[in-house]
């Protein structure tokens, strides 16, 4: 079973700088079946990115998705006040990564 | 639009079972794979299973063989999920999502969530 791992765990950061998010893999993964996904509270998540690099319907280009084989990116270039949140990579449509929190500093 | 409505909250005693519904719209039902996540509280994301809704084939998470059974009605456009031998480990959000025309696609569609407590 492939196992995801994020980092930081939380990510302080003030409006406007810029946000870089990790996603590893325990095996390397075809870089068309990672995901990363928002989830503020209350809310369902919401995809993101999809095959490491493809934003979803609707996302800002300030989000930005990279990586292959087992090191994966999620860059937020300028943070804006709706972009905190918990974020979550994903493989093969299958399991989640435990979530980075991105809180603001 | 795409939607996924999914059934009221629920409370269970240790035990028993709960079924959980979710009403798609807006889409061509037998073209995307469903699948069931749940999160507890203050938790992360939990990948339970995928239904394939046009044969109704299924996979599960190991962790959940033997207590999760997913199925759907073509007719009412509905997948369902059940979960038998309820424990307190069990109280989460699950959550429908809606994956793509294979079953490793992402979740671009996500139903509001289904609250289940269990507790005595």
């Known amino acids: 079973e492939i196992v995801l791992t994020q980092s930081p765990g939380t990510l302080s950061l003030s409006p406007g700088e810029r946000a870089t998010l990790s996603c590893w893999a325990s095996?390397?993964?075809?870089?068309?079946?990672l995901a990363w996904y928002q989830q503020k509270p209350g809310q369902a998540p919401r995809l993101l990115i999809y095959?490491?690099?493809s934003r979803a319907t609707g996302i800002p280009d300030r989000f930005s998705g990279s990586g292959s084989g087992t090191d994966f990116t999620l860059t937020i270039s300028r943070l804006e006040p709706e972009d905190y949140a918990v974020y979550y990579c994903?493989?093969?449509?299958?399991?989640f990564g435990p979530g980075t929190k991105l809180e603001i500093k | 639009q795409v939607q996924l409505l999914q059934s009221g909250a629920e409370v269970k005693k240790p035990g028993a079972s709960v079924k959980v519904s979710c009403k798609t719209s807006?889409?061509?039902?037998?073209?995307?794979?469903m699948h069931w996540v749940r999160q507890a509280p203050g938790q992360g994301l939990e990948w339970m299973g995928i239904?394939?809704?046009?044969?109704?084939?299924?996979r599960y998470a190991q962790r959940f063989q033997g207590r999760v059974t997913m199925t759907r009605d073509t007719s009412t456009r509905t997948v369902y999920m059940e979960l038998i031998s309820l424990t307190s480990e069990d109280t989460a959000l699950y959550y429908c999502?809606?994956?793509?025309?294979?079953?490793?696609?992402?979740?671009?569609?996500w139903g509001q969530g289904t609250m289940v407590t269990v507790f005595s």
């Open positions: 999502a809606r994956g793509g025309h294979t079953d490793y696609d992402a979740f671009d569609v």
């Open positions: 807006g889409y061509t039902f037998t073209t995307y794979y």
């Open positions: 239904i394939n809704p046009t044969g109704g084939t299924t």
């Open positions: 095996q390397s993964l075809t870089s068309s079946y």
């Open positions: 095959g490491a690099s």
């Open positions: 994903q493989q093969f449509g299958r399991t």
